[in-house]
């Protein structure tokens, strides 16, 4: 039975009503928003300095190689490996659903350039340290979160 | 500058001071505080009056709750001291971060007698708020529909809200590079485990564990399992520091400070670097050893921190107590980190087991092993022990009998 489905009779007590649980947003902020909100238009967008060609990520307001302001978003392959993981089992609070991987993994475009995201689209004792990823987006809200899902069409039902 | 002129070398550890340790305790926060407090400056020889600088990591936060619910202020003002010098912060070495300021306050001149504490009461307050130990740490995730920001922002959008989720990128990383098994890991909580039962103050000092169990807890976070976990205690934990020039009138024999080392890293705010198989505390350890002429082969006992079982992993080769890659291989078992092996660890049962002191004990056992006053668990000898501290910020320390 559906939640909240209108029932017959009324003697009965309403279902309780599952726990909803949402993934706590980030906070939009100048420096950030353009990571949190490119997934609008399917892109993947890291901080990056055009002086010396070096991604930054998380984001920060000068270059922390050359140290000049010439840094602005630039949009990525989207493409990386994992990094390292981990299957998260314990449920920490009501309704969050697990287990899940979270997992750092690095972009293509340079070594050690790494986000932090979840790998799903496959079963998660499939993921390997190494494993190809490319991106997604879930939105929730105004955020695109940007999750991660195995590069080569291995589906599984 | 000649190694005599490093501050750490104008500074003696001269008392110590612990409260009860509970789960829960039921003396307040501030109490606690006070017991640790007096009882340090008692075994000193020393009055309140005569103190005159103090310092707490991190100094009153209010959420997690009962995670630093003591701050130097008001400990000042309960124990009625009027210190020169006050000092707290949040930023920093973590939990050594207060001791290195204290040395450097007292090696400028600033004040003589620095009364360090760290105050922890997590265990009531998780009590209070029907939360299980797990969930009283949480970073994120907690809060309705507010949002996170700050470095927070970027693990727990992906619900990676414990603490335990990202060291387990770290746990996972170093099992597939150096081939580390569970069965290598557990030997860190084991061990905790045997050492706590002779730490009459150890909150699982009842609780045997074997490798086997360990093996067939509930895992966590991958391949984390319930035993990696330090445990949430209410306790207080106070170090008094004093000028080496007025250390030797006080009533205990004054321990050296051969050397210390810190640094810091960016995991508290989503920036990783290296293959997360290692720690930018390799840069505390570094320091640490370039500021002495001892050497690893010359710790007799080590206290290396353990909020997770992994960190003491990763911490062992930082301090170069063990090569890179190596500390799995030589924790297993745990004859060489038992009590008559070459390196016994963690002696009064750690965090894992005695109980999270969060630092703080580590370094308050260091000071009963040097004095030899560990009871059933001392270490035959022990003249130099190694302390560590820190997953997001990173302290060590070289202590030694005077």
């Not at chain 2, 008559?340 to 965090?351: H, I, K, M, V, W």
Request: charged share 20%.
């Amino acid at each position: 039975m559906t939640n909240g489905e209108a029932r017959d009779g009324g003697t009965a007590p309403p279902p309780r009503a599952p726990i909803q649980f949402s993934r706590q947003l980030p906070e939009i902020e100048p420096e950030t928003a353009f990571f949190w909100s490119a997934g609008a238009e399917g892109r993947l967008l890291i901080s990056h300095c055009d002086a010396c060609d070096y991604y930054i990520h998380p984001p920060l307001p000068r270059c922390p190689k050359c140290g000049t302001e010439a840094v602005a978003p630039k949009a990525v392959s989207g493409k990386g490996r994992v990094a390292s993981y981990t299957i998260n089992i314990q449920q920490w609070l009501p309704g969050m659903p697990t287990p899940f991987v979270f997992a750092a993994v690095e972009l293509a475009e340079q070594r050690e350039l790494y986000v932090l995201t979840n790998i799903e689209g496959c079963a998660l004792d499939a993921v390997r340290i190494g494993m190809p990823v490319e991106v997604g987006f879930q939105q929730q809200e105004d955020v695109y979160l940007p999750i991660f899902h195995p590069a080569e069409a291995t589906h599984v039902d | 500058m000649s190694i005599d002129r490093y501050p750490e070398k104008q500074v003696r550890i001269t008392g110590i001071g612990q409260s009860e340790v509970g789960r829960p305790s039921r003396r307040t926060a501030l109490a606690l505080t006070m017991d640790a407090c007096l009882e340090a400056i008692a075994e000193a020889g020393l009055k309140p009056s005569d103190i005159d600088g103090i310092t707490t990591y991190p100094g009153p936060i209010a959420d997690p709750k009962g995670f630093s619910p003591v701050g130097a202020t008001e400990t000042m003002i309960a124990l009625g001291l009027e210190p020169t010098w006050v000092g707290a912060s949040a930023e920093g070495h973590a939990h050594m971060g207060a001791i290195f300021s204290a040395i450097q306050a007292i090696a400028s001149g600033l004040c003589r007698h620095v009364l360090i504490f760290r105050t922890v009461a997590q265990a009531s307050a998780a009590a209070r708020s029907n939360q299980s130990a797990g969930q009283a740490n949480l970073m994120g995730g907690n809060k309705g529909s507010a949002r996170v920001g700050g470095g927070m922002a970027w693990s727990v959008p992906f619900n990676a809200i414990s603490p335990i989720t990202v060291n387990a990128l770290y746990a996972q990383a170093y099992f597939d590079k150096y081939g580390a098994t569970s069965a290598q890991l557990g030997a860190i909580a084991v061990n905790g485990r045997k050492m706590a039962a002779l730490n009459p103050k150890a909150v699982f000092r009842d609780k045997p564990l074997t490798i086997e169990d360990y093996l067939a807890s509930r895992l966590i976070s991958t391949p984390l399992r319930l035993y990696d976990c330090d445990i949430p205690v209410d306790g207080s934990t106070a170090i008094l520091l004093s000028h080496k020039d007025v250390a030797g009138d006080l009533a205990q024999p004054p321990i050296e400070i051969e050397s210390m080392g810190m640094s810091l890293g960016g995991l508290g705010v989503g920036r990783h670097v290296g293959d997360f198989t290692s720690f930018p505390s390799d840069k505390a350890g570094e320091m640490l050893w370039s500021r002495t002429d001892l050497t690893p082969a010359d710790v007799d006992v080590a206290q290396i921190y353990d909020g997770f079982s992994i960190l003491t992993l990763l911490w062992l080769e930082s301090m170069k107590l063990c090569g890179r890659g190596e500390a799995a291989a030589f924790v297993e078992g745990g004859t060489r980190i038992g009590l008559d092996g070459e390196l016994p660890l963690n002696t009064s049962g750690g965090q894992l087991s005695a109980g999270r002191l969060h630092g703080y004990g580590h370094t308050y056992e260091a000071c009963l092993q040097l004095w030899g006053r560990a009871g059933d668990r001392q270490v035959t000898d022990a003249k130099v022990c190694a302390v560590s501290n820190g997953g997001f910020g990173y302290g060590a320390l070289l202590l030694k009998r005077g």
